[in-house]
């Protein structure tokens, strides 16, 4: 008889729900991308029953819940983190029962329920989609429970987990602190910082390992006394500015060459860390493959350098490193547990599983409005061609196709495409697309059968979860980091066939293969999900022209002033309650 | 260090179980507090400060203080750009000349529907402007639509800078919200409140929060007598009245109370029968179940509306009025939302109480009210809704203010209000009643009043029937409100700019309702003046959400009405029957016959019970439901079927429900949520559903 699994994350930021099949990850999706509030943290009420309806389930075909973390064992490390101030109202305020009581409650579910510990759930999300039959594991992240950086090893259906770093110890909050001093936002923010780090100089590098200091095995500890982040309020004490000699920046103002030399360092220091404890991770298990996760693991990098120049043969990070990703490490951990046959033989090759919508509710919609559209249905061919004209243009492209991705990428299904030769690109989609920080650079997405001849790269990287230099011969400004590197995708006909035959349509036009993709959203939102969240983007960006399905609307055959106001002004979903905070990581 | 590491492993535990009362948490939380863990912290250095500039302005509302030309103006501030629909529509306040009275308030003294076209303000100033020697007086309007007692506590403060004469303060209806909404209550008494809310003692519960929204209103209008006295500024409260009349409690406002032993039954059965007795005029046998209602559950305003209903009949007004407002007053027992806006008698007699205590003047509109309607009870001849005035009751306010207002400017009483009454073209009054008749809409409101608002609108102005064809197809369409093509029309055409700039049209996200009842009731008023948009509604109807190749899902929230998916303090994923019949619609293009999935429970029940299933009226089936999930499949026939819409009716049993466990409730929950936890399980459902869904049988 099958075995229905559903997995959850939640109570913490980037909460989701996946559903397995016998072990077959049906469908997964991240709560925010239907609630639109970024990073929800909520139960993932609407995609679970996203779940249960892609799955053609009701709730009592369903055997089991998977909960990605251990809520005592967490209590008992929040509980010591307060001491000397626990009180019984912070206690009250734990409320460690909440993940069992709002799943029996706000989703209904009257089965049994298991808990798997943080780092089990990532290393699970990670071995047992990697294709790997036996493997080395590292999952670093902030924090789960007590642990924060975990080793272990794969073997068919088991994990062992034989050694982890404690709270407050953390390569996650030291990156995470960093990040918080140079301004950006904790949990939030990251990515910021190892954008910045290219423009940079190593100088500071001294300094932040007076911040951290490695220890025998796996072990490393940080310096307690330049972090404030148990005491909730905020996340680095009075002390780093004096060790570093600056001020924290305030947020929104001016990057200075001190805020692109400290991510620089950090960065280095980071994956300094990283290759000696992926050094020692070798020695222990002797195994030539590496799985990693955990949010530390979405430093793509990191991972270039852990592979290139570490012990390990061959990596597979799980695109989903972040929280999200546990929900369908506990399910699959809970399904191993069970004795059952793990079906996931090969290696995960897409992501493609959130929610996708008919064509006729696409036209449904357009049909409500008063937009312009072209309707290309049935023939598919013609629109690539439009399309990849358009790109050729200058156009920026709002690509909305299939099935959404689950985890923190936008890979071919919910894109901004852009031309990458155009010097200009990148500058006016984060100025009027994207509306964010003009530092951050684009990502590549490249056919997979041409990577090799425009990057330093010799396998295919479908997640967008490794940098290498482009060695292209076409000039690549638009997606090329100041440092040379690229953070490249590949595409292949199998797994995106639109996508992939739309790069084939540009490079007919252009001899180039390769687009600038980056995700459908704008600062502070999550990447669309639906029909009607990526109109609401396309009118209230700079984004030139959408195709949804086979519609295409184009921004110069419609006046979409006054929809831009009422979106911009009128819109009561701006009302809608905050998510979570990025000022300091939320350990309560 | 490992002895704290296992003291913290062992408090979770407690913890987690949930077996630990306050007190023994405290035990354990002082025996824990040892030294800090911490590692020895290095030296710290001295602090390097960024230049952070100072914030610039000074605020009153949504406009910030700007210095041009040697004046100081206070001009809108683009930050807050998204609220400036909720204020006067006015940029720039300029320094006074003469003299100057503001007005704070709520959506009430917004003048809402009429708004800006129209407004307490506007009208005011009028009558001010047309007596001798008052021409330079002006109302500066600091109304703000859903303005709350703490904001309305910091507008009273910064509203000094504008150097008033007089301060009207018209509000009142909102002040309830704060008792659910902000940290207002000690630990102390949500224990309290909580202890009375698992003995089902619901008149202590009631009694409990009017005396904490009374301590509410002294302490704001202590802070108001401080700022009055200091700065010499006169204070005048308009004391808003309620639509008693014909404002019915909305069906989330009457869900029905878990109450002790079999009374739960014994309430549902009282109400049927009233309701029976009051559709066939037996008045003493209505009067009768309706007592028994009252006395069952005193928090439940269906008594006090079907006893008054009984009074009415019989002209008996004054104790109808009595019945009326006591209905009203239920509400401050939360029932697992907020109720509609109002002023509650608590909130009413502090204000009275205290006014007289610090020389502040009043308008009490429900005393106005009443000697103007001769002893009869407000309705719609003065409001448009639950709280909001028509223009006539805005006229009559803004009489009874004047009235008090100018022997204060020693001004002479001449015969002014004839002179200065605006009259109002009837587009804006027509518009005012569909715009209002959407709200009436969204709460429940019988067929009766949203006809009347349509035929009041139709009869007066030509633009009602464009304003009825536009809404009708917009309330059709699945697409959010803000990108269908008609709301579009309706804002370039003005035809909603009195309801906050069009705002009051939309939705909040995934929670578009069809209105159903509402577009019925404009095709009927259309038909009146010799439009007929049946057809077409009904063929867009069967487009937008017709059972066609794929399944149509009930538990949207456009086929069913007034379900709550909300329990205190979390949403939950699937349908919570509040009431004994649950009302779903769905439309068929075609006669065919469809399947429904439906995955269903009675909880709390020790076997479930059994369910009828209704198909336009006629019984389909009755089955046996669970306590527990279970997933069945239902054929209706196509003979029970017809083209358009069919309406799906579920009577779940009555029957006594198991209470929850005390324990439980307080299990690893703070205080207050406690608090709301308690008052959730006060109402059980009397059925769950978490799949509905409709599909065509493939021919």
New interface residues.
């Given amino acids: 008889m099958g075995l229905n699994i559903i997995g959850i994350s939640a109570f913490y930021h980037d909460s989701a729900c996946c559903i397995l099949r016998d072990g077959v990850l049906i469908a997964a999706a991240q709560e925010e991308r239907f609630s639109?509030i970024k990073a929800d943290a909520?139960?993932p009420?609407?995609a679970?029953?996203y779940c249960?309806k892609q799955s053609g389930l009701?709730?009592?075909d369903i055997d089991l819940i998977a909960y990605y973390e251990d809520?005592?064992?967490?209590?008992?490390?929040?509980?010591?983190s307060r001491?000397?101030?626990?009180?019984?109202?912070?206690?009250?305020?734990?409320?460690?029962?909440?993940p069992e009581?709002?799943i029996r409650?706000?989703?209904?579910y009257?089965g049994p329920i298991r808990f798997v510990e943080h780092h089990m759930s990532h290393a699970a999300s990670s071995f047992f989609f990697s294709g790997f039959d036996t493997s080395a594991i590292l999952t670093v992240d902030g924090v789960g429970e007590w642990a924060t950086t975990t080793y272990g090893a794969g073997n068919g259906n088991a994990i062992h987990l034989f050694e982890e770093v404690h709270f407050p110890h953390s390569l996650g909050l030291l990156y995470s602190t960093i990040t918080s001093f140079l301004g950006f936002g904790v949990n939030d923010g990251e990515y910021k910082v190892m954008g910045l780090a290219p423009y940079g100089k190593p100088l500071y590098v001294k300094q932040l390992m007076d911040l951290l200091q490695p220890e025998a095995e796996g072990q490393y500890k940080l310096?307690?006394?330049?972090f404030d982040f148990?005491s909730g309020e905020r996340m680095f004490?009075?002390?780093l500015?004096?060790?570093l000699?600056?001020?924290?920046?305030?947020p929104d103002?001016i990057i200075a060459p001190f805020h692109k030399d400290l991510s620089k360092s950090l960065q280095v220091v980071l994956e300094e860390m990283l290759l000696e404890k992926a050094r020692y991770l070798h020695r222990r298990t002797g195994e030539k493959n590496l799985c990693m996760a955990g949010g530390v693991a979405l430093n793509c990098v990191a991972n270039g350098r852990i592979l290139r120049d570490g012990p390990f043969e061959k990596l597979f990070v799980q695109p989903a490193s972040n929280d999200a990703g546990g929900a369908i490490g506990a399910a699959m951990a809970i399904h191993a547990v069970e004795g059952r046959a793990l079906q996931q033989k090969k290696q995960l090759d897409h992501v493609y599983f959130g929610p996708e919508f008919?064509a006729?509710e696409i036209e449904?919609?357009l049909k409500?409005?008063?937009l312009q559209y072209h309707n290309y249905r049935g023939s598919r061919d013609l629109m690539l061609s439009m399309v990849a004209g358009k790109l050729a243009e200058g156009l920026v492209i709002g690509w909305f196709q299939g099935r959404m991705e689950f985890g923190p990428r936008s890979l071919g299904a919910r894109s901004i495409l852009a031309d990458p030769r155009n010097a200009t690109m990148r500058d006016r989609i984060n100025a009027m697309v994207k509306k964010r920080e003009g530092f951050r650079p684009f990502a590549p997405a490249v056919l997979e059968d041409k990577v090799a001849e425009h990057f330093q790269l010799d396998h295919p990287s479908p997640f967008m979860l490794e940098t290498c230099q482009v060695s292209s011969t076409i000039d690549l400004p638009a997606i090329t980091h100041v440092d040379g590197s690229a953070r490249v995708q590949t595409v292949n006909e199998h797994t995106n066939l639109p996508f992939a035959l739309l790069i084939r349509e540009f490079e007919k036009l252009t001899g180039c293969p390769i687009l600038l993709n980056t995700s459908f959203n704008v600062k502070g939102e999550p990447i669309v999900c639906s029909p009607?969240d990526a109109?609401?983007c396309f009118i209230k960006t700079d984004i030139d022209c959408l195709v949804m399905d086979e519609f295409v609307i184009i921004r110069s055959e419609n006046s979409l002033h006054?929809?831009k106001l009422?979106?911009e002004?009128?819109?009561?979903?701006?009302?809608?309650r905050a998510g979570i905070r990025h000022d300091v990581y939320t350990f309560v | 260090m490992n002895r704290?590491?296992s003291l913290?492993?062992e408090?979770?535990?407690v913890?987690?179980g949930?077996e630990a009362s306050?007190?023994k948490?405290?035990t354990?939380?002082s025996l824990?507090?040892?030294?800090?863990?911490?590692?020895?912290?290095?030296?710290?250095?001295?602090?390097?400060?960024?230049n952070?500039p100072p914030d610039q302005y000074d605020r009153i509302g949504i406009w910030s203080l700007k210095q041009q030309e040697g004046m100081d103006l206070y001009v809108r501030d683009t930050r807050f750009?998204?609220d400036?629909?909720l204020w006067a529509n006015q940029h720039v306040i300029f320094p006074k000349k003469g003299k100057r009275v503001v007005l704070l308030g709520e959506s009430v003294a917004r003048g809402y529907f009429y708004d800006p076209f129209f407004n307490p303000a506007i009208e005011l100033r009028s009558r001010l402007q047309a007596v001798e020697g008052f021409t330079d007086f002006e109302v500066v309007d600091l109304a703000k639509s859903g303005l709350t007692l703490e904001e309305l506590s910091r507008l009273s403060e910064s509203c000094l800078r504008l150097d008033p004469d007089l301060i009207i303060i018209f509000a009142g209806n909102n002040w309830a919200y704060s008792l659910y909404d902000s940290p207002v209550f000690s630990?102390y008494e949500i224990q309290s409140l909580t202890n009375a809310l698992h003995s089902l003692d619901l008149m202590q519960v009631k009694e409990k929060l009017d005396d904490k929204l009374a301590e509410l209103v002294k302490n704001y209008m202590a802070t108001m007598a401080s700022f009055s006295a200091r700065h010499g500024i006169p204070v005048l409260f308009i004391i808003p009245e309620y639509n008693l009349d014909s404002w019915k409690s909305t069906p989330l406002e009457k869900i029905v109370a878990g109450l002790p032993e079999d009374n739960t039954d014994k309430w549902i059965a009282a109400g049927k029968r009233a309701k029976r007795y009051l559709q066939s005029g037996r008045l003493p046998d209505a009067q009768k179940e309706s007592e028994q209602m009252i006395a069952l559950d005193p928090t439940n305003p269906l008594g006090y509306e079907y006893l008054a209903e009984c009074h009415l009949r019989n002209e008996k007004y004054e104790e109808a009025r009595h019945l009326l407002e006591s209905a009203r007053d239920t509400s401050i027992v939360k029932r697992l939302t907020n109720h509609t806006p109002r002023c509650f008698s608590s909130c009413r007699r502090t204000i009275l109480e205290q006014s007289k205590l610090y020389g502040f003047h009043v308008v009490d509109l429900p005393a106005v009210f009443k000697d103007h309607l001769g002893g009869k009870i407000p309705g719609r001849d003065l409001f448009l809704d639950y709280c909001h005035l028509n223009h006539e009751g805005i006229k009559l306010a803004m009489d009874a203010a004047f009235d008090v207002l100018l022997p204060l400017f020693d001004g002479k009483k001449t015969d002014v209000k004839s002179s200065s009454a605006r009259e109002l073209s009837t587009d804006l009054v027509a518009l005012a009643h569909l715009l209002a008749a959407t709200l009436n809409s969204r709460f429940g409101q019988p067929r009766e009043i949203l006809n009347y608002h349509c035929m009041q609108a139709v009869k007066i102005s030509r633009i009602s029937a464009r304003f009825m064809t536009l809404f009708s197809s917009l309330a059709c369409?699945?697409?959010?409100t803000?990108?269908?093509?008609s709301?579009?029309q309706i804002?370039?055409e003005g035809l909603a700019d009195q309801y906050n700039?069009?705002?009051g049209l939309?939705?909040?996200?995934n929670a578009k309702t069809l209105d159903y009842e509402l577009i019925h009731a404009m095709i009927a008023a259309l038909q009146t003046v010799g439009i007929d948009i049946h057809g077409q509604i009904e063929v867009l109807l069967n487009?937008?959400h017709g059972v066609k190749?794929?399944p149509v899902n009930l538990l949207e929230s456009f086929y069913h009405m007034f379900s709550i998916q909300k329990?205190a303090g979390?949403?939950?994923?699937?349908y919570k029957a509040y009431d004994i019949t649950s009302e779903f619609l769905f439309f068929m293009e075609r006669n065919v016959p469809v399947y429904a999935?439906i995955?269903w429970r009675i909880p709390a029940t020790e076997n479930g019970g059994k369910a009828r299933l209704l198909l336009n009226d006629a019984p389909i089936d009755e089955m046996d439901v669970g306590n527990?999930?279970?997933?069945k499949k239902v054929l209706f026939p196509s003979a029970g079927l017809i083209k358009g819409a069919n309406r799906l009716l579920i009577k779940w049993p009555a029957g006594s429900r198991v209470p929850r466990k005390k324990a439980e409730d307080r299990?690893?929950?703070?205080?207050a949520?406690s608090l709301d936890r308690s008052i959730g399980s006060l109402y059980h459902t009397f059925g769950?559903i978490?799949?509905l869904m409709i599909s065509a049988v493939q021919e």
């Fill in positions: 639109r909520s139960l009420c609407q679970f029953l249960l009701a709730i009592t809520p005592e064992k967490k209590a008992s490390r929040q509980i010591w001491i000397p101030e626990v009180s019984s109202s912070f206690l009250l305020q734990l409320d460690p029962g909440r009581r709002e409650e706000v989703l209904g009257e310096n307690m006394g330049y148990l004490s009075d002390a500015p004096g060790l000699g600056h001020p924290a920046r305030r103002s008919a006729d449904q919609l409500s409005t008063s009607e109109l609401k006054a929809l009422i979106l002004n009128y819109d009561i979903e701006k009302e809608k | 704290s590491y913290a492993a408090l979770a535990r913890v987690t949930g306050a007190v948490l405290d354990l939380a824990i507090n040892g030294p800090s863990p911490d590692a020895a912290a290095p030296e710290p250095t001295p602090v390097l400060k960024d952070e750009a998204a400036w629909r630990e369409r699945k697409a959010s803000a990108l269908c093509k709301y579009g804002l370039a700039k069009g705002t939309l939705h909040a996200e487009r937008e190749n794929a329990v979390a949403s939950s994923c699937y999935d995955t527990k999930w279970q997933t299990n690893g929950l703070s205080a949520g769950e978490h799949t």
